[in-house]
């Protein structure tokens, strides 16, 4: 499927076409502002996008997606494995540019920080004593590390890459999409697409209804199980990504020592 392409939306026009009744003098104009009154209403933005087959919903969702130039991540994942529960904030721009922050349940926080292309690592006390010790961690208490190319920390970085964030990334992806049910997100009309792939299992997404149809959220699973491992809020689109400063003598440049290192 191409990226990015214009979608014409090009809807059943509702109450346009006006047929005449009860009235033989088709000249008659107190007849014709009556049938004007009486006819429908334009459909509102949300009645023409509740009308949209789940094709054009992920085609727009892709669309109103690969033109935002940041946003801001908040929510949770479950790991399937050992039912961990993760919590996230991410604000994360085109540039490459991004913070993450990350709370998982019995282990602790970390923080990334992303940009030119370095990934900068700061894990909790907590955190650093569950993966390599109490003396690494007391050792390194505070401090962040610039991870390099081959570290097992090095796929971090790639959680500040837009385009894998969400399926609607992903202009070429594999994703089958059936048209949900009209709701709100933050107070903001939405409409949902369920969306499904071999590859990656079934999703719900909650587009916004009204202007730029870019996700608002994101939900494992379809339905009342909907939301169960992974509910995922997407807010200030296009609003630019600041990173906190970091003082050069917090950086360790390198990767994390060996477990039990002093």
């Given at each position: ?44 933005p ?9 094709k ?9 997606y690969?033109?935002?130039?940041s ?13 961990r ?10 540039k490459g540019q ?8 019995g ?7 992303r940009?030119e ?49 969400t ?22 009309a ?10 990656e ?5 909650h ?12 939900e494992?699973?379809?339905g009342?199980?909907?939301?169960k491992?992974?509910t ?5 689109y296009d ?24």
């Amino acid at each position: 499927m191409p990226a990015n392409r214009a979608v014409v939306a090009a809807l059943a026009a509702l109450g346009l076409a006006l047929t005449a009744t009860a009235c033989d003098d088709a000249k008659d104009s107190t007849a014709a502002a009556a049938a004007a009154a009486s006819s429908p209403a334009s459909p509102s933005p949300t009645e023409r996008v509740a009308s949209m087959t789940g094709k054009r919903l992920l085609d727009k969702g892709r669309e109103a997606y690969g033109k935002a130039s940041s946003l801001r991540m908040t929510g949770f994942v479950v790991d399937e494995d050992s039912g961990r529960r993760t919590g996230v904030q991410l604000a994360a721009d085109r540039k490459g540019q991004c913070q993450l922050k990350a709370d998982v349940d019995g282990t602790g926080q970390f923080e990334i920080l992303r940009t030119e292309g370095t990934t900068l690592f700061r894990p909790s006390t907590a955190t650093l004593t569950a993966i390599r010790g109490a003396a690494v961690a007391e050792r390194y208490r505070d401090r962040w590390f610039k991870i390099p190319a081959g570290s097992e920390y090095s796929s971090l970085g790639d959680l500040c890459d837009l385009a894998g964030l969400t399926a609607f990334g992903d202009p070429n992806g594999s994703w089958q999409a059936l048209a949900g049910e009209p709701g709100t997100v933050a107070g903001r009309a939405s409409m949902g697409v369920q969306l499904s792939s071999t590859e990656e299992g079934a999703f719900t997404a909650h587009l916004a209804a009204e202007g730029a149809m870019v996700p608002l959220r994101m939900e494992d699973g379809w339905g009342e199980s909907a939301g169960k491992k992974m509910t995922l809020d997407f807010t200030d689109y296009d609003v630019p990504v600041v990173l906190p400063a970091v003082p050069a003598g917090s950086v360790v440049d390198g990767d994390l020592p060996a477990k039990g290192a002093a």
